[in-house]
């Protein structure tokens, strides 16, 4: 396995500062009514990291190029580059032929950006703020839409290329900061949501002679994470098309279970239905 670009190694340096979680502190008077609220605290975590993107792997009977793509990527905070294509060649001696040309065609899914100022940190490289409504890699995802498959064969043209294409879920996701999401990280369209703490039941013996108490936390409104059906599968693959026309389309249900006699939604996606047309 060769590491590198030409032989050097190709060195990354990234630095990600995300929220790691979000903290409400309570306060309890025995027998004093309502619970007193001290701050909420959200926590961020700061990562740097160095590391290499492997170029090529060779073999017995020749090598595979992975090509990256000659820009950086616009959803990652520093310098960072897409799989933009594998080359495949069989080598005798020191001649080596292309054999396979594959190609990856991608864009971005883009989401309205936050309409706060959001907190990235920087490591000393540009700003550690994202102002708010600013568009940037935090409401950018590369998607993959095609795979194309360049024809080698001696005689033919690039038409006769074929590829497979890929749709999507036509709800977008929201930026990567949003707090609309349920307990297992899902969207949930909960798009008003300004923290992640929901009402939440603490055990406190002898308190106002109860034992389980649900509190609100000290903010003006309590989030909602529960499950939504109808944002959970945003922007999830729905179809592959093939080169021939034919088309294999996925349906996808949330997970769920019977609780107290009513249908509960939990967390994350199952295909639920494979349906294949002909061309």
Not at 12 to 26: A, G, H, K, L, W
Not at 217 to 243: C, E, G
Request: net charge neutral; with cysteine; proline share 4%.
């Amino acid at each position: 396995i060769e590491m590198g670009v030409s032989g050097q190694m190709y060195a990354f340096n990234d630095y990600n500062c995300t929220p790691t979680n979000e903290q409400v502190s309570i306060k309890l008077t025995q027998n004093a009514g309502p619970y007193t609220p001290n701050n909420s605290l959200v926590t961020y975590t700061g990562v740097e990291r160095s590391y290499t993107q492997l170029s090529k792997i060779h073999t017995s009977q020749g090598y595979i190029e992975l090509v990256k793509s000659t820009t950086q990527r616009d959803d990652t905070q520093f310098e960072k580059y897409a799989l933009k294509g594998v080359k495949v060649y069989n080598k005798i001696g020191n001649n080596a032929t292309l054999v396979k040309d594959v190609e990856f065609i991608q864009d971005y899914l883009v989401s309205t950006p936050s309409n706060n100022n959001e907190f990235i940190g920087s490591y000393g490289v540009g700003s550690p703020i994202i102002n708010n409504y600013q568009d940037s890699f935090i409401n950018r995802r590369l998607r993959l839409l095609e795979v194309t498959f360049h024809s080698l064969d001696l005689g033919t043209t690039s038409n006769d290329s074929f590829s497979y294409t890929f749709g999507y879920d036509s709800t977008v996701l929201p930026h990567k900061r949003s707090r609309a999401r349920d307990h297992w990280g899902y969207y949930n369209g909960a798009n008003n949501n300004t923290h992640l703490i929901p009402n939440f039941e603490v055990e406190v013996p002898g308190y106002q002679n109860t034992v389980n108490i649900i509190f609100s936390p000290p903010i003006a409104s309590v989030s909602n994470r529960d499950v939504n059906p109808s944002y959970s599968k945003a922007s999830i693959l729905k179809s592959i098309t093939y080169p021939e026309g034919g088309k294999t389309k996925y349906t996808f249900e949330n997970n769920s279970n019977i609780h107290n006699g009513n249908l509960d939604y939990f967390g994350g996606l199952r295909i639920k239905k494979i349906q294949v047309e002909a061309t």
